[in-house]
Structures are given as C-alpha cells and as structure tokens.
C-alpha cells in the first residue's frame, strides 16, 4: 500500500484519519501532534530545565527522544532524566539499564534514585512486610520522589510518558467509578511553591504510534509486564475501549475532548488546595503530614505518631 502523501510504501494505516503513511510522513505527523498538544497547554515555552521521568519503558525512552529531537538545539531548555528504581526484582533492574544507555545515547543527564536508598525499602520489602497492594506504595514513593529529585535539580517541569490510551483508560476508568474529584486531578495545575508541573507531551498519540516510533528509531521496546500489574478493572476498561476505538475509529479522542470540555466545571467543583509542607519532610502537600511519610509510618520507616492527627483525607 502507498503513502497517502507521496509514493513510498506505507508503514501504517492512520484510522482516525483513514490515511496510509510512510515512514516519513508517519514521523512527521506524530511530531507536528506532539507540538501542537505542547503548545495547546504551553507545557514547554522558554529557559525551561525540563526533568524526563525515565522508566525505561517504550513511553519514556519515546519521551525522551521527541524531546530531545524537538529541544536538543535549543540553548534555552535543558533536559535531564531521573529513574525511579523502586525495587522490583527481575522487573526493574534491565529497564533501568535501558534508561541508562538512552540516556547516554541521547546524551542526557540521567539521574537514578531508588527505594531502597531514599525510602528505606525496596518495594519487594514493603509488599512483605505491610498490608497494602505494591502499586498504593510505588505510586506514592514514586511520585514523591520524582517531584522532590526533579526539584533538587532545578527543574521547572516534569515530563511523564502518559500516551493517549493511558490518560482515555483514567478519564473512563474514574468515570466508571464515581470518581471524579480524581478526574478533576488529571487537569493541569497551577504554579505551587515545591512542586514540580507535570506535563504529558505524549496524551495525544495513541500507544501503538508510541511503538511504532520506537521500532522506526531502533529504540528499545520492553514488553515485559510488572509482576505487580494487577488490575483487572483497568484491564476491562482498556479493553473496552480498545475494541470501541476500533468499531469506530478516533472515539479515543472524543473521550479526551469530553473530559477537556468539562474542565472548567471540575475547575469549579473541586479548586486547587494551596499546599503547605509536610511536618515530617518538607514536602508539599494539602495535609499536615505528607502521604509518604503516613506510608513510612505504617511501614515502621518512622515513628508511628506521624500519622496522627490529618485534619483531611485529600491526597
Ligand atoms: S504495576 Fe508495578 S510499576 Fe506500576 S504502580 Fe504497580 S507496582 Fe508500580
Ligand atoms: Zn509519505
Ligand atoms: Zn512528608
């Protein structure tokens, strides 16, 4: 089949659009996406530090590269990556190595900060010996410690590899489940003292272009799955979706642009909380003691009256 836009030999069927594209006009097309969703919510404008959260999975190391391609000459915007190694053994330790030779090859400075050292566990350790499921301690740990290295090293932003199927799957996901002061999270925020804005230059690219990019570029596509990754609502919701999206192409978006059309009245409903800092740490947070170190508690990391007196539940 040939390109839709010029005579080479198509490499993907776009069927939102129903165009064939080629290599080139692929890349094109999934870069021009990129920058207007980076213009639409002005993620990155000028003299910019901008901290990539590298996994090493297919999303980051993609991150990685569109920014570095789109940024790399620009003497105004520095980019630095940090992995989080929560600990997660057979798992994490060769994506970590993944994220250190992407790094090295892109030439970006690479950051790793792991449980272990800044937490006091590995996240192995902390399934054993507490009560709750992996991923309400990697959540947690993971993002404190993303905002707080990505902080530290002067960072006024924090890029996530979130693609289009991973931000459709949440807004569904709390949709299904009543939640929507969580759906009123995934709206971008405001400037607060300590905390890192997250971007996601990636929420509009569909996963499967993220691995087709990663395949054209030669990058390193993990298919291995956490052992932890047990969600089965995600799942249903992720499959649902998949075959609606497929009966009728581009309702992906349409689920985006409901959500975004909303975003005034969730502004309303559910304000941004001014945060103060942790008792405990320091950190930014809308309580008096910060998540994780509630979580350190439980998990006897600290002493146990921490947790003690939070005057609201909100995360
Ligand atoms: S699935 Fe694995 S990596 Fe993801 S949040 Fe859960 S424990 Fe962490
Ligand atoms: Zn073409
Ligand atoms: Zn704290």
């Known amino acids: 089949m040939k390109c839709s836009r010029c005579s080479r030999e198509a490499v993907y069927f776009q069927r939102h659009s129903g165009r064939h594209l080629c290599r080139k006009h692929f890349v094109e097309d999934f870069i021009r996406r990129v920058k207007r969703n980076i213009r639409k919510y002005r993620m990155i404008t000028r003299n910019e530090r901008i901290a990539i959260a590298m996994s090493g999975g ?17 003497r105004d ?13 057979n798992y994490r330790p060769p994506t970590v190595e993944t994220a250190k030779e992407v790094c090295r090859e892109l030439d970006i400075e690479h950051h790793i900060v792991s449980f272990r050292d800044e937490i006091g566990l590995e996240l192995d350790e902390m ?14 740990f993971r993002k404190y410690l993303l905002n707080r290295t990505a902080r530290e090293l002067g960072a006024n932003k924090l890029a996530t590899g979130h693609n289009l199927d991973d931000e459709t799957q949440t807004i569904l996901l709390n949709f299904l489940q009543s939640d929507v002061e969580r759906l009123a999270r995934l709206i971008p925020s405001r400037v607060q003292e300590g905390l890192v804005l997250r971007i996601k230059p990636l929420r509009e690219i569909y996963e499967k272009e993220v691995v087709l990019y990663a395949l054209l570029h030669n990058l390193p596509v993990s298919l291995d799955e956490c052992p932890y990754s047990r969600t089965p609502v995600r799942a249903v919701v992720r499959d649902f979706l998949y075959d609606f999206e497929n009966r009728y192409p581009g309702r992906k978006f349409s689920v985006l642009r409901s959500f ?8 309303e409903m559910y304000p941004q ?8 740490c320091g950190e930014p947070t809308p309580k008096r003691v910060c998540q994780a170190c509630e979580l350190k508690a439980e998990l006897g990391l600290l002493g146990p009256e921490v947790s003690e007196g939070n005057d609201t539940d909100q995360a």
């Open 58 to 74: 297919k999303d980051s190391v993609v991150l990685a590269h569109v920014l570095k391609s789109l940024y790399g000459d620009r």
């Open 77 to 89: 915007i520095e980019l630095v990556a940090i992995t989080v190694d929560e600990g997660i053994a």
């Open 127 to 140: 399934v054993e010996k507490g009560e709750r499921n992996a991923c309400a301690y990697c959540g947690v």
């Open 260 to 267: 975004e059309t909303l975003i005034p009245c969730l502004r």
């Open 273 to 280: 909380i001014d945060l103060r800092r942790c008792e405990v």
